[in-house]
């Protein structure tokens, strides 16, 4: 089992910035796809960023060129830096495990993200 821990949500103004942590526990992390998702109020969760298996990382495209995902496979860890923030960035973030080889996927218990104009 992975256990997934998030951190670095808040609250920040038009044009500001933050930087959300997930930190994973147990083994096999290099085995998972590791991905940010978000669910804004009203709205229903969407794939915000993934990083896959071989380290290739994609975004939606509302956030590319503001965000930028990381993975550290030593540390066990994801980050999310979100620059250049948009009321429409508010939601809960979470971080997501996917195995890529067994029927298995994990989510942290979620940040608040809120942006204000």
């Known amino acids: 089992q992975v256990q997934l821990v998030e951190s670095g949500g808040g609250l920040a103004h038009l044009g500001g910035s933050l930087r959300l942590s997930c930190e994973a526990s147990g083994s096999g992390f290099e085995l998972y796809h590791m991905a940010w998702y978000r669910q804004g109020p009203g709205k229903e969760r969407e794939l915000v960023a993934i990083s896959v298996r071989g380290g290739k990382t994609d975004y939606i495209d509302s956030v590319k060129g503001r965000f930028t995902m990381s993975r550290d496979n030593t540390k066990k860890t994801i980050s999310l830096q979100m620059n250049s923030l948009k009321p429409e960035d508010t939601a809960v973030y979470y971080c997501?495990?996917?195995?890529?080889?067994?029927?298995?996927?994990?989510w942290g218990q979620g940040t608040q993200v809120t942006v204000s104009s």
């Open positions: 997501n495990a996917k195995s890529s080889h067994i029927e298995a996927e994990y």
